[in-house]
């Protein structure tokens, strides 16, 4: 049956050449890409010179993929309808006008789908998939082979109940998914992109709202395709039931997390760029995401932490309400050592580091009466956490060795004093064995 198909198309081509509209049509036809293409060319010099960001961006750039295409199929229809209109065929225009509308149908798309996932294996192993899917649905379109096959797929068909699924809805049901899921996806990205431009909003909001939204899209992009392919959506209390009990058992511990990410954020307790110190898990916070914490510590190393244990458990915020942190440089000194000396020396050194900041003031301390010398501390401010310690420490410390060291400041070692009670040979004669036999 098929390649009798073919032979009568191939046939009815023969014929086609040999009339006298063939030379018209084509003459339309190459007219047409002509001015489509000057009109697209005049269209993009234009759209060039605008650089918007965000949302417009991104439709911009979808007009630009689809310009070229629509303009040749506007044209197609255009002269078609004027060829019937004198009574002239035009098949060929009408056989062309469906593929210059699938070309930007999958320009559109695949541009889509770049901008709504970040790049990867699947997403590129993706794209040909439905660029042949969108060819395939085509050529079976122009061949007249569409309809028996969607006949076919709908008569193959399962009953539940009152519900009736054939292959054909569930056909339909994965494509609408994939189709609304992009584009949810996508503005939830745009929205994302927008809040994170925003001066307005607190970084912690700016999580929210974009984890709100996107959740929000996803789930009625899921129920639009539901009641797109014709399923009742009140048979999703089973479903629910269903979800219910697994929550109960093995989900509980992911909706928990789930509902803490949003607790973190709407509470303000922890948001992007805060300095904490969870268990012995020190650095600042990345990313806040749905079920975890993206903390990064000084040695560029990324933690996940469940956002379960930032509600449970104690967090310590370096940057919760005030940035300024301050650090303790202690030092020792021996008894013979003038303490006031070291003091002011030590105070000096505090500016030996450009992190020091000069209020709060640096302080110097004595805390106490050691075993082996003077305990002193400084005590100084910094305003930056997530640079760290180490190198404000070492700067200070390198300036009061050199200071002391100047002023003839020591700093003591661990001493012992050694009293012997009773020396060696002992008290009295020593008697030693007398071998005579020898």
Not at 198 to 205: A, D
Not at 272 to 296: C, H, M, S
Request: some cysteine; overall charge neutral; glycine content about 6%.
């Amino acid at each position: 049956m098929m390649t009798q198909q073919l032979n009568e198309l191939w046939q009815e081509l023969l014929i086609l050449i040999g009339q006298p509209h063939f030379l018209i049509q084509l003459a339309l036809i190459a007219g047409s890409l002509l001015l489509a293409w000057l009109f697209n060319s005049f269209i993009q010099t234009k759209l060039a010179l605008h650089n918007p960001t965000g949302f417009r961006h991104v439709a911009l750039r979808s007009s630009q993929r689809i310009i070229l295409p629509l303009s040749i199929a506007l044209l197609f229809w255009l002269f078609s309808a004027i060829l019937e209109a004198n009574e002239i065929p035009s098949k060929i225009l009408d056989f062309l006008l469906p593929v210059a509308l699938a070309l930007g149908v999958v320009r559109l798309l695949v541009y889509i789908l770049r901008k709504a996932f970040s790049s990867s294996p699947l997403i590129k192993s993706a794209e040909p998939f439905m660029v042949m899917s969108i060819w395939s649905m085509l050529v079976l379109h122009l061949l007249g082979w569409l309809a028996p096959l969607l006949k076919l797929l709908d008569a193959l068909a399962i009953t539940f109940g009152e519900s009736r699924i054939s292959l054909l809805m569930v056909v339909k049901l994965v494509m609408i998914i994939i189709l609304a899921f992009t584009l949810a996806l996508w503005l939830a990205e745009v929205i994302n992109q927008k809040m994170k431009s925003s001066k307005l909003i607190s970084p912690s909001m700016q999580v929210g709202f974009s984890k709100f939204a996107k959740f929000f899209l996803i789930t009625s992009a899921f129920l639009f395709a539901l009641n797109a392919v014709g399923i009742n959506l009140s048979s999703l209390a089973i479903f629910g039931g269903a979800l219910g009990v697994g929550l109960g058992f093995g989900l509980q511990r992911i909706a928990s997390n789930f509902i803490s990410g949003f607790i973190l954020v709407f509470d303000r307790s922890i948001k992007p760029g805060d300095i904490i110190t969870v268990g012995d898990k020190f650095g600042w916070v990345e990313q806040l995401n749905a079920r975890y914490v993206v903390l990064r510590n000084r040695q560029g190393v990324d933690t996940l932490i469940p956002n379960e244990n930032l509600i449970t458990t104690e967090v310590i915020n370096w940057s919760y309400a005030d940035p300024n942190v301050r650090l303790e440089v202690k030092v020792q000194i021996s008894y013979d050592s003038d303490p006031e000396l070291a003091m002011a020396l030590m105070l000096q050194c505090a500016n030996a580091s450009a992190r020091v900041l000069t209020l709060p003031e640096p302080t110097v301390r004595l805390m106490e009466f050691g075993e082996s010398g003077i305990n002193l501390q400084l005590r100084v401010w910094i305003a930056d956490m997530e640079n760290g310690t180490a190198s404000v420490k070492s700067d200070i410390n390198l300036a009061i060795w050199r200071a002391f060291k100047a002023n003839h400041i020591t700093m003591p070692f661990p001493q012992r004093d050694l009293h012997i009670k009773s020396g060696w040979p002992p008290a009295g004669p020593m008697h030693l064995n007398d071998d005579k036999g020898e």
